[in-house]
């Protein structure tokens, strides 16, 4: 069984060729539907789009800078329960990652589904992309894509990738059936098709490409890409971790919420169908209220600002895939991402688990240890 | 409507004891539990980590189901059930009747403080001026004579140790609650009188007794001392034995005769103890030895007067008695002590590492040499100290001290700071259980723990450094001294203390080795009917042995209540009607104890009054004089009467005390318990009176605990508990003899029981076993239980029929069974024992099946009892153990091959003395009293050569037939390779179970890696599966013997009667539920739950809790991040104002009233 091919791009129409793939993939191994990043035909934007029409699949864009939201949670309402047929899901490693940790929770099966992971090039910020996008979205995907692989320094006049992307580590998507390589590729000449599961081999099997080598030139290329970010990720952390060192310190990063909880809304990981910030939890009596006022002379409202994000780190940090899609959200331009991601790295940490790494690994609280933490619970003496 | 109430005795409260008492309740008995010493816990009060978590988990045996009844604590604190009344300091002295009508007299020794007024502050400790070894840490620390007994009780009141205290009255003086009442001038109403004919014995008594504050009078002759007795009364009389005259025996006779209440001790040289023993057959107390020791004789008459002034002796009628006395341990210093324990300090023993190893040890768990503090680098264990040893009359092996050893060894790698070299000498390493093999191979292997078969020789210390050296042999006869900081001698067990007496009183004797003796048949029966041996009282156990002798002797025990009628029975109170408060707004009374304003400087009536009262859904505030006596208590339910709060908050001491109080509150006011709470305001209290500096004030910390009570309280929703019916029958799984024993005991309780059977035969295992290592023959007793099985209205057996399908919970399962002609039926039963037993492992190694000459234990039973095997043509027979045992795949022990090979080489060497019979072996497990087979096969020439793995013998099978076979092995004393001519070679291939796992999945049972039923806690609960209502029993459980697999299946019967007692399962008052509007089915919630309680119902799309399944541990509740996982009683709302009130409370006295109010 082949585990590794390629397909040929002509004319470096990167674009062209895979949208042929995809059309290649249709019907096969009983794949009736793919969701993609499509674009939309009447507006610039690129969205997750659910596509089963042949003709339509030249809409398809993964490779362009839209991120506009994480199509984890999509992909958890298409496969819940069955749905009659199989489906090809094209999605950023940070997606699958969020995918990886819904199927955990039982929101989202797998049986139905291929994942179709792309080596991510990163992406713009929602207004970001609006702005610099320009009429012609095609136009603007090959000059992103083009300035992203040939390791030149990105320039789109003066506007940046998300902080999210310049401090992804993981920007190949480990956890997906196939992914397409464009990392250490020649990509004027070929995209990298590696099955990483036995049904990514199945398919691979089945769409008979022309089996090839992995170029050495893209481990070097990966983990270049890999030491970079982690230089920009732990510089991230460290700036991060200066302003967020105290709950006075936290209360000014937050300043600006207005406990809309769109980055709630946006988070791929916070599954809850109501959130526990909605219910009447939080509502206190208003007598409650005033006694808090006259204990301190003041106090902002609503009281629960600062407890609403505090509370979402305990309910998702050891889950959250650093995918930035918080910070994208925020109307106040708070950067929730990299207070997540701080956060989320040493929770992570503490209990040996990667978010989304893979499908086997239990998630932290989830089972009982007892030997955990012997040095926080006191069971060391 | 109340139900008859059967009520037992258990005497003894170790962990068997407990598990008896908590058996017999959960059952629905009355029992009284009581205890000699002045704790719960026995042992294991003084041991923290168990192998094989190496944690504690006594916890574990608290009730699992209608668990409101019982505390739910650390068990080492102390154990609350409303069915139990435990007596501590407390003996036997007298017992009467018969089976289901027993009468029996218990004394009470005092503590001399009054447990009700003892506060534990601990001043009088520190006024004390006596310092004596601690007897809880082993000696390895100090006490004072008045001490508490173990640190960790609730409550944990002081007690004084008369024969140590010097009468200073310190204490008395000192102690604020007046709680200590040493009243010596009481003992001048305790009248001595001193026989004896030399006169400087009189004196010197006479001034010694004088000084202890007794009357003393003397007489020089027996005439003399009649006269005085008849002219005055005496509570006791010392009396030497040679006197001229009358001598004392004949004294004692004349005396007993006119005053038979007057105790009479014994004075005797050495020449006459036998005298002075038989005096104690015609009534004389005990005896005392010439020349005294003041301070053993005066221990003797402050311990007489404490029992006969002082003691506080009850009757009880009750219908059975369970002795759980356990057992002592061996004193290496007596006899000839080999190894200089307590001249060398470096030698301590196991029970000293223990508590050198403990959080409240005397080095507070610092692992150091106790008496320099030296960081231990390089420490040893000496196996099989006082244990296996003919001359000290311990022909047994202790069973535990092999894993002890080896926990111990872990434990000390785990808790020393740097590297340290751990090394076991040892005889054999008896890892007989389930997964003690394993647990070696772990310590061995991952560990780095050193295991040197050996003999040792002698321990000296280093001339220059004291250092311990050991001397020892290995197998090879060659001799090493090696050095090591600390040497631990692993001390085996003894029968219990005092069990020669209680042989006496209880009319059942004890066995060769002094423990009570049972029969191999009837495991925990004694004597004397109606009287039972639970745990260790009748041999060597370790703790999952001890939990089921005691479960089966709770059974055996519950069976003769039964059979009586449960007579000698009380009503008990019906569930009485509760008030429906939910409509309610909440009027709550706080109720705060005052101590008997001994802390009045520290209580601010006022201002508590005014801040609680702040709060409106408080009602009123009171104040009570000392709520823990009957008269505050009474006081407070007048207050209820009349103002009757919904809500009703007490301020005290001790929480756990109340317990039982509150529910009999709630019968009395009709108000839920669940709406009552008592929150502890003293113990802050106290810490400030003890050290005032640093510390939030007394009112301050008071307020604040009120106030999270009142939290609490006030948002507490009065659910009604819910309960589940249960259906009284019982389905057992397996015909063999464990099947059978469980299903009997359940039908004889009056239980419609299946018991179901894939054979077309009752008997198991027994219709091939022929008798056991003791002699005993099965047939009869197969033949005996089989009749009563099929004779038995209320058991039916179910032959050739197998299990298809079950489902369901405790209570209510529903299960298909399929019988040989294809009938299909399905059985409502609420609770299902697994006995689906096991069967001797096949193999193929040593060249079996390739020669008749090569055959198994089972086969040679067979052939033994058919007389197929010619005895006198046999002039070699070879015995190879474990036999693809204890190596993976099957990596344990089969525990009866070592007894079986015994059983038959004796017998092969009773008929055929000149036959020769060698037994290969890697450890010999003759645990227990199986040893003294293993001695005896040894004296009849049995020839035992051991082999390792990595040198198996070597088996040729001869071409031709009627020629025997070689079989090369190294003997490891000789160093070099033996070559044996055998006619016989018989392998002991051990036991693999015989569970199915379909069948343990239908049951949601789980199966270990071997294929055995895998218990809910290997030690704790090691007959019930996780799931409740399941259980397994004999050899489905782990291989085993057929007395073992008696207890066992006593041990699942009980705990399934335990269920099966109860028209209805109630569920506790804190259980979860699940908020479905809220609810993701992210499923969680489900994976963390320990109790298996929480299931996703497919066809509803909802997560259901079983609410008696569930324990209220809240795991769910933490794990749910939206809160659709609510635990009852501590519900977000409570929680979020508990920490409010907490928060909001740390106000100062003196600074502004009102704690919330504007900031200065």
Redo the contacts between chains.
């Keep these: 069984m082949i585990k590794t091919a390629k397909i040929d791009v002509k004319d470096q129409d990167l674009l062209g060729a895979l949208r042929e793939f995809f059309k290649n993939i249709l019907g096969k191994e009983d794949i009736s539907a793919i969701l993609a990043p499509w674009r939309l035909p009447t507006k610039k934007m690129v969205m997750p789009t659910l596509v089963t029409d042949p003709d339509q699949l030249n809409g398809v864009d993964p490779l362009s800078p839209a991120f506009p939201m994480n199509s984890a949670k999509l992909v958890s309402r298409l496969t819940r329960k069955p749905s009659g047929g199989n489906i090809a899901a094209v999605m950023r490693p940070c997606e699958i990652r969020a995918f990886v940790e819904l199927v955990k929770?039982?929101?989202a099966r797998t049986d139905e589904l291929i994942l179709i992971g792309i080596d991510c090039l990163g992406a713009l910020g929602n207004r970001d992309y609006l702005n610099w996008s320009g009429e012609n979205g095609d136009e603007a995907t090959k000059k992103f894509a083009g300035q992203v692989l040939s390791g030149k320094t990105v320039d789109m006049d003066g506007i940046e990738l998300t902080q999210a992307c310049r401090s992804c580590e993981l920007p190949i998507a480990e956890g997906a059936d196939i992914n397409i390589g464009f990392f250490g590729v020649d990509t004027s000449r070929q995209i990298l098709i590696q099955a990483l599961t036995d049904k990514g081999g199945r398919l691979l099997e089945d769409l008979d490409l022309a089996a090839a080598e992995e170029p050495a030139s893209r481990r070097k290329e990966i983990d270049r890409l890999i030491s970079e970010r982690t230089a920009f990720r732990d510089n991230m952390f460290a700036e991060v971790g200066d302003k967020i060192g105290s709950i006075d310190k936290l209360s000014a990063y937050l300043a600006g919420c207005v406990n809309c909880y769109n980055c709630r809304v946006a988070c791929p990981v916070c599954?809850?169908?109501?959130?526990?910030f909605v219910?009447d939890?939080?509502d206190h009596e208003p007598s409650?209220y005033l006694?808090w006022a006259?204990?301190?002379?003041a106090v902002k409202m609503p009281t629960d600002t600062l407890l609403y994000h505090i509370t979402r780190l305990a309910?998702?940090s050891t889950a959250c895939v650093g995918c930035g899609q918080c910070t994208n959200a925020c109307p106040n331009d708070i950067p929730v991402m990299p207070l997540f991601r701080t956060i989320a790295h040493k929770t992570q940490q503490a209990f040996d688990y990667e978010a989304g790494r893979s499908l086997e690994e239990?998630?932290p609280?989830?089972?009982?240890k007892?030997d955990e933490f012997t040095e926080i619970v006191g069971?060391n003496? | 409507m109340g139900k008859k109430m059967g009520k037992a005795l258990v005497v003894g409260a170790g962990i068997s004891g407990i598990r008896s008492a908590l058996d017999l309740a959960e059952t629905g008995y009355g029992v009284t539990l009581i205890e000699r010493e002045q704790h719960i816990g026995g042992i294991l009060s003084q041991l923290d980590d168990q192998f094989p978590?190496n944690?504690c988990g006594m916890c574990k045996m608290l009730p699992l189901v209608k668990r409101d009844q019982s505390s739910q604590f650390c068990l080492r604190k102390g154990l609350f059930h409303e069915n139990i009344d435990i007596l501590l300091n407390t003996e036997v002295i007298a017992i009467d009747g018969e089976p289901g009508k027993f009468s029996v007299s218990v004394r009470k020794k005092p503590t001399w403080v009054d447990p009700e007024r003892c506060v534990g502050c601990g001043v009088c400790e520190a006024v004390c001026p006596v310092e004596i070894p601690d007897t809880f840490n082993e000696g390895l620390a100090t006490r004072k004579a008045i001490y508490l007994p173990v640190p960790h009780t609730i409550p944990n009141p002081y007690v004084i140790d008369l024969a140590a205290c010097s009468h200073c009255g310190e204490c008395e003086k000192i102690c604020p609650t007046q709680a200590i009442q040493l009243s010596f001038e009481k003992r001048k109403d305790f009248r001595v009188l001193v026989v004896d004919d030399e006169l400087i014995v009189r004196d010197s008594l006479k001034e010694w007794l004088d000084e202890e504050g007794f009357f003393v009078d003397v007489a020089e002759s027996g005439s003399v001392a009649l006269e005085k007795l008849s002219k005055a009364s005496f509570n006791l009389m010392l009396t030497d034995i040679k006197m001229p005259g009358m001598d004392g025996v004949a004294l004692l006779k004349k005396a007993k005769e006119s005053f038979p209440d007057l105790c009479v001790l014994m004075m005797t040289a050495f020449a006459t103890v036998e005298t002075a023993v038989e005096a104690m057959k015609i009534g004389a107390e005990d005896y005392l030895m010439k020349p005294f020791d003041p301070e053993r004789m005066i221990a003797k008459i402050v311990q007489i007067y404490e029992e006969i002034e002082a003691g506080d002796v009850r009757d009880l009628e009750v219908g059975a008695i369970v002795f759980s006395g356990g057992t002592s341990y061996f004193d290496p210093a007596e006899l000839k002590n080999i190894y200089g324990y307590r001249t060398n300090s470096s030698v301590i023993t196991s029970l000293e590492l223990e508590r050198l190893l403990s959080?409240t040890g005397p080095t507070?768990?610092r692992l150091v040499r106790p008496h320099d503090g030296k960081t231990i680098e390089k420490i040893a264990w000496i196996q099989c100290v006082g244990s296996r040893d003919v001359q000290l009359n311990a022909d047994y092996c202790s069973s535990v001290c092999c894993m002890v050893a080896i926990k111990e060894s872990m434990l000390v790698i785990k808790k020393s700071p740097s590297p340290v070299e751990t090394t076991i000498f040892y005889m054999d390493m008896r890892t007989f259980g389930k997964t003690f093999q394993r647990y070696r191979d772990s310590a061995e292997q991952e560990h780095g723990v050193r295991f040197e078969r050996a003999r040792i020789h002698s321990i000296t210390a280093d001339t220059v450094s004291g250092e311990p050296i050991i001397r020892y042999a290995q197998t090879d006869g060659s001799l090493h001294n090696e050095t090591f900081d600390l040497v631990v001698l692993a001390v085996g067990q003894r029968p219990a203390r005092g069990i020669e007496e209680l042989s006496k009183l209880i009319e059942a004797p004890l066995n060769p080795w002094g423990f009570i003796q049972t029969e191999p048949l009837s495991p925990v029966a004694t004597d004397r009917s109606g009287v039972l041996a639970g745990g260790s009282f009748s041999g060597l156990k370790d703790i999952s042995e001890s939990m089921m002798y005691a479960s089966a002797a709770s059974l055996e025990a519950s069976r003769i209540i039964h059979v009586a009628g449960g007579s000698l029975s009380d009503e008990s109170f019906s569930e009485p009607a509760l008030q429906d408060v939910s409509r309610e707004e909440p009027k709550m009374l706080v109720a705060v104890c005052n101590c008997g304003n001994k802390y009045s400087e520290h209580l601010d009536t006022e201002a508590l009054t005014h801040q609680l009262e702040q709060d409106p859904c408080v009602d009123k505030v009171v104040f009570l004089r000392q709520c823990c006596t009957a008269a505050g208590w009474e006081e407070l339910t007048e207050i209820i009467e009349t103002s009757k709060p919904n809500r009703i908050l007490i301020g005290a001491c001790h929480p756990y005390l109340y317990i039982r109080k509150l529910r009999e509150l709630s019968h009395r006011v009709h108000l839920d318990a669940e709406m009552m709470d008592v929150v502890d305001i003293m113990s802050p209290t106290f810490a400030y009176i003890k050290n005032p500096t640093n510390q939030l004030s007394p009112v301050s910390h008071q307020l604040s605990t009120l106030k999270v009570g009142i939290s609490r309280l006030k948002n507490m929703d009065p659910l009604p508990t819910t309960s589940l019916p249960v259906t009284r029958r019982a389905l057992v799984v397996g015909g063999g003899i464990a099947g059978m024993h469980a299903a009997l005991a359940i039908a004889d309780h009056g239980y419609p029981v299946d018991l179901v059977e894939q054979s077309d035969r009752l008997g198991g295992n027994l219709l091939w076993l022929h008798q056991t290592i003791e002699g005993v023959p099965l047939e009869p007793y197969l033949h005996e239980i089989v009749q009563a099985a099929e004779k038995h209205p209320l058991l039916n057996i179910h032959l050739q029929t197998k299990i298809t399908a079950a489902f369901g919970e405790v209570g209510d399962f529903y299960t298909t069974i399929e019988s040989g002609d294809k009938t299909i039926k399905t059985i409502q039963h609420g609770t299902v024992i697994l006995a689906t037993g096991g069967n001797e492992a096949t193999t193929s190694a040593y060249g079996y099946g390739t020669s008749q000459a090569v055959i198994t234990q089972k086969e040679l039973e067979s052939r033994l009892v058919q007389g197929d095997v010619d005895l006198e043509k046999l002039d070699s027979v070879v015995m190879i153990q474990c036999v693809d045992s204890r190596q993976e795949p099957r990596n344990y022990c089969s525990r009866v091959c070592c007894p079986t090979s015994l059983k038959h080489a004796l017998k092969l060497k009773a008929e055929n003395p000149q036959l020769a019979v060698y037994i290969l072996y890697r450890d010999m497990m003759a645990i227990g009293f199986t040893e003294s087979y293993f001695t005896a096969a040894r004296k009849a020439g049995v020839i035992f050569i051991q082999y390792n793995l990595d040198n198996k013998p070597r088996v040729t099978i001869p071409t031709e037939s009627n020629t025997p076979l070689f079989i090369t092995v190294t003997d490891p004393i000789l160093a070099r390779p033996l070559e044996i001519e055998a006619d016989l070679l018989v392998l002991a291939t051990g036991i693999v179970p015989q569970l199915p796992t379909t069948l343990a999945n239908a049951f949601a049972a789980e199966t270990d890696q071997d294929g055995f039923f895998l218990e809910a806690e290997s030690k704790w609960r090691p007959v019930d599966a996780l799931k409740e209502g399941v259980f397994g029993c004999g050899i489905a459980l782990s291989p085993r013997s057929v007395p073992d697999t008696i207890a066992t299946a006593g041990a699942a019967a009980q705990r399934a009667l335990r269920i099966l007692a109860h028209e209805k399962l109630s569920a506790g008052k804190i259980v979860s539920s699940v908020r479905h509007?809220?609810?993701?089915?992210?499923?969680?919630c489900i994976?963390?739950c320990?109790y298996n309680a929480r299931y996703l119902d497919p066809d509803r799309r909802k997560i259901v809790v079983n609410p008696a399944m569930c324990q209220g541990c809240g795991?769910c509740a933490?794990?749910c991040?939206?809160?659709?996982s609510v635990l009852q009683g501590f519900t977000?709302?409570q929680v979020?104002d508990m920490i409010?009130a907490a928060i909001?409370s740390t106000w100062q006295p003196g600074s502004s009233i009102d704690p919330?109010?504007?900031?200065q």
């Design positions: 929770l039982k929101q599954y809850c169908r109501e959130c526990v219910t939890v939080f409650q006694r006259r204990k301190k002379g309910h998702i239990k998630m609280l989830s089972e009982f007892e069971l003496n | 978590s944690h959080g507070q768990g509007s809220l609810c993701s089915l992210c499923e969680r994976d963390t320990p795991d933490t794990t991040p939206n809160s659709a977000d709302v979020l409010d909001e919330v109010g504007p900031k």
